[in-house]
């Protein structure tokens, strides 16, 4: 199967292990000699809560996650988070106040997170707008991580939200901020399974699966359980939202998405069996300094867009001569004929991206930076 498939360099949904795919082939027309496909078995049936209860224990054990938190699968992808964040944990407001949170903006993911969540309090932005370089349509360039002594934490802030890695702009932290006794909460969508994570910093950590995880249909929030509470959760928080709704049921208030979550207990499986996350950690290291040494050896050819202390391991967006739209074209179109596809940039920065998730091998990445050297000779 692994000789027939391109080498796929997409931000999400995104490539997928081979062992993975052979295992859900078998288990889509007759899981575990059922007579059944997973996608047809009843999620009240033995056979998916063995899944599911297999799934959250694999998790558990590759992030070590501590029993002061509780595990969800949840639907809706990492932007119904946006919403369920704030309504799960604003809490009522001081003297008939509106609640408020901190949001640390470094990129589109957070800032439309941070849009969202005003829709029930307060939002106050943690880096303030003044310390990112605009574009010409006045709008903020994130490719950094201002200085930590430039933030504006609020220490009676219900939260402070950031994103761990904007898959868009390619921005990536390095640390876990420190907020003091104020929950911290995290999108990490596109790095989580990367490197270890100390889960016991954090409040909520929530990641949609179609990046590092699995397929696109299940959202993973891991979230600390006191803080799973009626006295923090909004009154219009909606049922399948609620914390508090899916953990009492298991996260099985309702159907929840069974195939998606099968493909996450296999990836977990793999993850655990390739070496966990030290092995993973090392390798997106030795993809992402492979790609990046490649762009800074090139004279100015390719360029790196974010500054070198926030460069992402997963996603590295890049531009070509500084950002010459014919010659980046040029260079999908004929990357996607050499076998190297999804290496066009998001369309709200343009630019060319390879992301590199757990899935895309170091053989993948050198061939990638193998054709950019003769994409380069022969385009000068």
Known sequence: MAAQRVKNFAAGP??????????????????????VGVMEMSHRGADFKEIIQQ????????????????????????????????????????????????YIITGSWSD??????????????????????????????????????????????????????????????SFVPDTGSVPLVADMSSNILSRAVDVSKFAVIYAGAQK?????????????????????????????????AMDKAGSMHNTPPTWPIFIAN????????????????DLAAAKSSL????????????TAVVDQAARSRMNVPFLIKGGNADLEAKFVKEATAAGLTQLKGHRSVG??????????????????????????SNNP
């Open 55 to 102: 799934a959250e224990s694999r998790l558990r054990s590759i992030l070590d996650i501590p029993d002061t938190h509780s595990v969800l699968f949840m639907q809706g992808g990492g932007t119904s988070q946006f919403s369920a964040v704030p309504l799960n944990l604003f809490g009522k407001g001081k003297d008939g106040e509106k609640p408020t949170a901190d």
């Open 266 to 281: 296999l990836v977990f499986g793999w993850v655990a069996a390739e070496g966990g996350l030290s092995k993973f950690n």
């Open 291 to 302: 790609l990046y040494s490649a762009i800074d050896a090139s004279a100015g050819y390719y």
């Open 351 to 376: 630019g060319l991206r390879a992301s590199l998730y757990n899935a895309v091998t170091v053989s993948d990445t050198e061939a990638l930076v193998a054709f950019m050297a003769a994409f380069r």
């Open 112 to 173: 439309k997170a941070a849009k969202e969540a005003e829709k029930w309090g307060s939002v106050r932005r943690v880096i303030p707008s003044e310390r990112f370089e605009k574009n010409a349509d006045g709008k903020p360039v994130f490719k950094t991580i201002p200085p930590k002594d430039t933030w504006q934490l609020n220490p009676e802030a219900s939260y402070v939200y950031y994103c761990d890695n904007e898959t868009v702009n390619g921005v990536e932290f």
């Open 14 to 35: 995104a490539c997928l292990p081979v062992p993975v795919l052979e295992q859900a082939q078998a288990a889509l027309f007759n899981y575990n000699g059922s007579g």
């Open 212 to 244: 590092n995880i699995g397929c696109a249909g299940v959202t993973i929030v891991i979230v600390r359980k006191d803080l799973i509470s009626s006295d923090l959760r909004l009154p219009s928080c909606p049922t399948m939202l609620s914390y508090e």
